[in-house]
């Protein structure tokens, strides 16, 4: 058994309209699974899992949609090479008001720094509470999450958008098997 807990407010989307969202992450990995709505606790059974990697990628994807992602985006873990990685904000910051304000940094005017960042790595993104998740490919995912930390540790935009470009080419490169 594995377990993972999700907030009530991202109940609805582990769950999906009618129930669909949850039977169809039961399909893709062979698990049962049961949600607590009072608590939020969530029990994956991996008992039917004929790959024991596809209990781990259920319990990656509630993890990912109790940090915000929509079902599509969460789905993306069932990929063979995606993963989940979930940086706490709280870590970086020294007061309850820096939160807010990186936060507020990770996310940029109108969402640009996020954009960016998903665009120019192939990595989504999400900021939710006090948290910073990504999902992506190994390769990828390090150039991201470089990125995030960055911005976590109080650079300025413009020298993580210049990191960002400078290592374009590399994803590039990566993607077309050099």
Same mark, same amino acid.
């Not at 870590?91 to 309850?96: E, G, I, L, T, Y």
């Given at each position: 058994?594995?377990?993972?807990?999700?907030?009530?407010?991202?109940?609805?989307?582990?769950?999906?309209?009618?129930?669909?969202?949850?039977?169809?992450?039961?399909?893709?990995?062979?698990?049962?699974?049961?949600?607590?709505?009072?608590?939020?606790?969530?029990?994956?059974?991996?008992?039917? +899992?004929?790959?024991?990697?596809? +209990?781990?990628?259920?319990?990656?994807?509630?993890?990912?949609?109790?940090?915000?992602?929509?079902?599509?985006?969460?789905?993306?873990?069932?990929?063979?090479?995606?993963?989940?990685?979930?940086?706490?904000?709280?870590?970086?910051?020294?007061?309850?008001?820096?939160?807010?304000?990186?936060?507020?940094?990770?996310?940029?005017?109108?969402?640009?720094?996020?954009?960016?960042?998903?665009?120019?790595?192939?990595?989504?993104?999400?900021?939710?509470?006090?948290?910073? +998740?990504?999902?992506?490919?190994?390769?990828?995912?390090?150039?991201?999450?470089?990125?995030?930390?960055?911005?976590?540790?109080?650079?300025?935009?413009?020298?993580?958008?210049?990191?960002?470009?400078?290592?374009?080419?590399?994803?590039?490169?990566?993607?077309?098997?050099?």
């Amino acid at each position: 058994m594995l377990y993972a807990r999700i907030p009530a407010e991202r109940l609805g989307v582990l769950i999906g309209p009618d129930g669909v969202t949850k039977q169809r992450l039961q399909q893709s990995t062979g698990t049962r699974i049961a949600v607590d709505s009072m608590s939020g606790e969530v029990t994956i059974d991996e008992t039917g +899992a004929s790959d024991p990697v596809l +209990a781990l990628k259920a319990r990656d994807i509630v993890h990912a949609m109790a940090r915000g992602f929509s079902e599509d985006r969460a789905f993306r873990l069932l990929d063979e090479d995606a993963y989940l990685e979930v940086l706490d904000i709280k870590d970086f910051a020294h007061s309850k008001n820096r939160v807010a304000q990186i936060r507020a940094r990770l996310i940029g005017t109108r969402g640009k720094t996020r954009r960016i960042i998903e665009e120019l790595t192939g990595v989504d993104v999400s900021v939710w509470g006090h948290t910073i +998740a990504l999902i992506g490919g190994t390769f990828e995912m390090v150039i991201a999450r470089d990125a995030v930390i960055m911005l976590l540790r109080g650079s300025e935009h413009k020298t993580v958008y210049r990191f960002l470009e400078r290592k374009r080419a590399d994803l590039k490169a990566y993607q077309m098997g050099f």
